[in-house]
């Protein structure tokens, strides 16, 4: 990594086929999006992004294309007030304000998910709040409160600097929030927890939601389970390393453009 | 596109192979065929269609294939009263006349969806009216009204010219209806809205009979929130373009005789 | 196809790879056996078969082996009793008895289908009878009862000419009945009305189950209404070929072993 | 098989690609981990064992790599207290006390399952008992108790031998037990069996939980229906080896590195 990222990505080799070379937090955030994509947890409107580990101030993030698609070939540079920094005429995600003012807010976090994968939004719209009923659902101890602030007029969707900031505020000091007939948002120290976090979190609604279904009492992890739950599921070395190489695997079965990827 | 839209669609160079050459409303109808069949919103047995850009009076539309197979080589010409225009043997579908008529009755929109995935039937039966619950839903503000006039006899379809202009009466100036016991059709201003529509329609369906199977009560957008929701989603560059160019390049990767497609 | 049916069969051409020449029926449900496995109708479980038709006293059907893997080498002759005719070392299913004992009481069918999917097993443990709630549901308009009434010690399953010929008292004059906590039998006049039989069973079941699950009351077809959706869904030329040529489609596709099957 | 487990185990060809040449229990616990991945079973995190033929003190399973990835290459022995005996830098699974208190405390079976697919969790939470209400899940008949017995600060994780002393004692003599808000545990005789299990737990325990929503009543296997069906679909050659067929021709055709696996 340079220290004038934008320089990094605009080393980016550039060629009709995915290219190999570029600075690994560029590698890492095409990953994640194909990652995100081939688990079924981002279609063609969410995002992800992650802090440049050569300025704390701007972030990396595809231009506006679908996760599905993503190659270092897409990566802008953003900073944390939404404008973007790389010279290019490629044209960034209407919601990147969300990335922007999330990462300003956390500064001990590195990467912002947003997304929209339906098993959470039955949640978001009957004020039923997400609590961790299974241990990979441990990272959610500290609550998922739900947003419901929107800007009128803008369709629900986080369109200004000045909405980037209600939501950071509104998340707070949690690592997720929903946004109320829209979506979610998450937060991690990186783009590995970030997407453990994500695929998680729709495990554990999906589950939560049937146990609810059923009209019976349900038993929830205790605050210390679901704390140490966290620690280890998120935290020790070997689970995550376990969970990105499988995602990563998987990926490379799927897609044919990154069956070589190294 | 000729002035003569028969003659362009027998200008579609016939081979084995899926041709490449072919006026821009047919390449456009296959990739909607292919497109709705890849995402699980088409079997075998609905279909899609889009007017003449040459001629108001007409519509393409393939022939009695399933959207999984249609190629430029399937594409027919059809006026609005569902009479076959293209000079062949190749058989059209038994209910183009729903596409006909509802071109005719609404004469600012260019495209015509009818199926039958599954999320929608138990509305459809229940007498449960969809409403925007998700803001990919918000297209749907104005109602979704269920159709229960058939032809008896019919065995449900809508086989004839009479009973697709009643059809196209009940439908009026909404966007969405549903037929009861069996399915829907959508108009929208051309085939990337109309995709679009579908897919949001299923997803909306599915989150809000989740959230009804719960028994709690679900907040709903407001008809502003919805309207500017709709206005984003479809009608913003963005957006739209982004989903066409993911469900396209899923196409390309799911189907081996589509991966060249330009 | 010969008179001597079994020396048709012994006629394929054995290779290590999927023979293409057979005859037609042998060919037929070979596709019949991939189409119900692709579709996720059929597992390693469920079995179809047809009637011989240079002989109505044996049928075809696959030696014990999955669905998903049948070849011509893999289809055997039997008699109406289950005594297999074929010349072989290979083994039979040993549910055979079903399709025996229906094709005896039914003459006027000529194909059998016995699987175990998933939809339709929580009607048969809270006897719930499957109605037509779908158009495509419309061949189910004579009920669908459950057989309860066990060989005790055969382990639910249908492994003796004596319960066999129960089986088939029980299904009487209807196309569909299920085995309570097993799976289901259809009957139909040929291969492509029983996997369409299959599959819209399936989508049928699903749907009526989540409009039970709403606790609302479900609008079913009447049965004229039924009667006349069967008649277009199974015995128009259209529909039927549309979705047979679909779902072999779909299959040369997915299974690289049948890709050139013609 | 050689007397000297390890020594075999070394023995295994490591190539680039996926070894073809390895003692037969290594090749068996490669595919059993590749069907349950496949069959969406287990994902990153859970993992399977089989006792070593050459000596019951000892036992196979992959290092710490997702099922789906496993290769003759992953393969540990380790002894029934946990220790690895294989001389290799390879990190062995957290949760392997599991495995090998099991098969101390049961003589009489020789493989093990720990994994986590959702269809069981929501019994898990809520208290409810997993009984047969299919005749593939007659293996269920002796009950499926639920453990919530965890030690603080593991994070519901089994990692230490005492614990996994703990599991196996109130494992007792069933085939199946449920750990609270985290997953399940199946011994049995062999892989066939454990894998045949571990889906048909998953095959039962969705039919049932939907049963469950409806509210209705259902009818269960009896004591003996289940036990009858139990040893067909288990101890019958002719089913088991047919799933172990099917399930292993679906892993050859979806995993490209297993294509010629023989």
Known sequence: MTDN???????????????????????????????????????????????????????????????????????????????????????????????GAILKARPEMNAVFHGHFSAIIPFSVTNTLIRPITHVGGFLYQGVPIYDDYEPGDGMLIRTKHEGERIAR??????????????????????????????????????????????????YLSTEEAKAAMEIALFDASPIQRMWGYWGAKVKRSMPDMKDWK
Chains 1, 2, 3, 4 share one sequence.
């Open 170 to 219: 509104h998340l707070g000091q949690h690592r997720v929030h929903l946004l109320r007939g829209h979506g979610c948002n998450i937060v991690a120290e990186d783009l590995l927890r970030l997407v453990a976090s994500a695929i998680h979190l729709r495990d554990n609604a999906t589950i939560q939601w049937q146990a609810l279904l059923s009209g019976r009492e349900a038993k």
């Open 5 to 99: 990222f934008s320089d990094a990505v605009m080393d980016v080799e550039r060629t009709e086929k995915v290219p190999r070379k570029a600075p690994e937090a560029i590698r890492q955030v095409v990953m994640a999006n194909r990652i995100l994509s081939n688990e079924g947890i981002l279609d063609a409107l969410g995002h992800v992004s992650v802090r440049n580990p050569a300025n704390p101030g701007t972030f990396v993030q595809a231009r506006s294309i679908s996760p599905f698609e993503v190659t270092p070939n897409d990566i802008l540079e953003i900073d944390l007030d939404g404008d973007v920094v790389t010279k290019t005429a490629m044209r960034p995600y209407g919601e990147r304000f969300i990335h």
